[in-house]
């Protein structure tokens, strides 16, 4: 079991391009949880999927970001005409029916 | 507003003394409890969990314990070593099954050989 796979480990994008952030859940996980962490600080809830459904994204920005769990395919995370302040990583969890999360290795977004 | 927090942004000890980091959460609704270690590069790694019907619970090395009076949390690492050096969260869950973790803003730990 490869566990919870991000990808990219690291990306950079200019202010204005867009960006793609991928997770794929451990086998057996049909729920997904996208957060991010600022430096020097915890982990702030972002968006809950299960397959093919947004169950919480109390915690997504109104604007630019957007996710999607797909029936096939990993999880992504869009963020539209990155800012500087979007730089931060973004980790990804999954869990199975019933709890129990595992943790990503991250993705680090540096906007340039 | 309700959060998680942790009373100490750092801490350093020698290797071999005993750790003890700690959480305050103010949601008196929170019924679990988690602590994550983090590494640098790394995502949180699950170190050991507590229900709230539980005032302690014992893992190798380490020891968490729940105040439920004053919503009060903590670990304790036993024998501290140089791979104990990380950053640790406590998380809590406002309900059960897949409700999303609220995290604490976390302590560093930083082990002196």
């Known amino acids: 079991n490869a566990g919870v796979m991000q990808n990219p480990r690291h990306l950079v994008r200019r202010r204005g391009q867009e960006a793609r952030l991928r997770c794929s859940p451990m086998?057996?996980?049909?729920?997904v949880y996208w957060y991010r962490q600022l430096p020097e600080e915890g982990l702030k809830f972002m968006v809950y999927l299960q397959k093919e459904n947004i169950i919480d994204e109390s915690g997504m920005p109104k604007e630019r970001f957007s996710a999607e769990f797909p029936k096939e395919g990993p999880s992504i995370l869009r963020i539209q005409q990155v800012v500087r302040g979007d730089s931060a990583a973004y980790f990804c969890a999954s869990s199975p029916q019933g709890g129990g999360y595992t943790f990503g290795s991250g993705t680090r977004l540096t906007v340039v | 507003g309700e959060s998680v927090g942790l009373h100490l942004p750092t801490l350093s000890v020698q290797e071999g003394d005993n750790s003890i980091i700690n959480c305050a959460y103010s949601?008196?609704?929170?019924?679990?409890f988690i602590w994550y270690k983090q590494e640098s590069g790394k995502g949180p790694q699950f170190i050991i969990d507590?229900?709230?019907?539980?005032d302690k619970r014992q893992g190798q090395r380490v020891t968490v314990l729940l105040n439920k009076t004053v919503k009060h949390l903590s670990l304790q690492i036993a024998a501290t070593q140089p791979g104990d050096s990380a950053v640790y969260f406590c998380a809590e869950i406002r309900g059960s099954g897949n409700t999303p973790l609220v995290f604490g803003k976390g302590t560093r730990l930083s082990v002196i050989a």
């Open positions: 507590i229900r709230s019907n539980m």
């Open positions: 086998k057996g996980h049909s729920h």
């Open positions: 949601n008196s609704a929170s019924d679990y």
